[in-house]
Structure formats: structure tokens, C-alpha cells
Nanobody, 115 residues
Framework: QVQLVESGGGLVQPGGSLRLSCVAS????????MGWYRQAPGKQRELVAA???????NYADSVKGRFTISRDNAKNTVYLQMNSLKPEDTAVYYC?????????WGQGTQVTVSS
């Protein structure tokens, strides 16, 4: 049974930072591409950042220079460090694992950026 469990969301002021974590179980974590997606109210889910099994990363233009994705294969965990947060970053953030036709999602964690 595959499980992706996110944590680290919350309320933060503009300019602040948060670190999201996602612990995976039930998959060979080290061979999967891991990603973070987000969905704001009334909008489609969008890719925020992804990291391949080899450590290559890609980011949405809107978060480049502010967010960093990383992974710890020994802990089956992927992280998203979010700095200089803006109100437009407010969304539910979802962890994703992908390998060929296999595609799994976490339950999501709310991030709210507001003063």
C-alpha cells in the first residue's frame, strides 16, 4: 500500500518561510521522481517543483529562486523549502511520486500566506 504523508504547512506572513516534508512508504522511493504540486481555490493543480531519482530538479517560473526541492533517499522523504513567501503562494500543496504509469498523491497540506 502506497502512502505519501505531507507535513509542515500552516499560516505564515508574507516574506516568511516554511518547509514541507513528504514521507513515502510502499514504493522504492529512490527510483521515483518526486514532486510538489499546489492547487489554489478555483484554480487547476499546478506543478511547483520536481526532483528526479538522479537529483535533477525543475521549478515553476513563479517559484524559481524562492523554493528549493530536495530529497533524502535514506529517509524516503522529499522536502520543499519555501522562502520569501507571497500571498499568491496560498494553496493546498500535494506531494506526488511518479514512475512510468505509476502515479501517487498525498492528501495535501494547506499553506496560507497572509498578514
Amino acid at each position: 500500500q502506497v502512502q505519501l504523508v505531507e507535513s509542515g504547512g500552516g499560516l505564515v506572513q508574507p516574506g516568511g518561510s516554511l518547509r514541507l516534508s513528504c514521507v513515502a512508504s510502499g514504493i522504492r522511493f529512490n527510483i521515483y521522481t518526486m514532486g510538489w504540486y499546489r492547487q489554489a481555490p478555483g484554480k487547476q493543480r499546478e506543478l511547483v517543483a520536481a526532483i528526479t531519482s538522479g537529483g535533477s530538479t525543475n521549478y515553476a517560473d513563479s517559484v524559481k529562486g524562492r523554493f528549493t526541492i530536495s530529497r533524502d533517499n535514506a529517509k524516503n522523504t522529499v522536502y520543499l523549502q519555501m522562502n520569501s513567501l507571497k500571498p499568491e503562494d496560498t494553496a493546498v500543496y500535494y506531494c506526488n511520486s511518479r514512475l512510468y504509469q505509476s502515479n501517487y498523491w498525498g492528501q495535501g497540506t494547506q499553506v496560507t500566506v497572509s498578514s
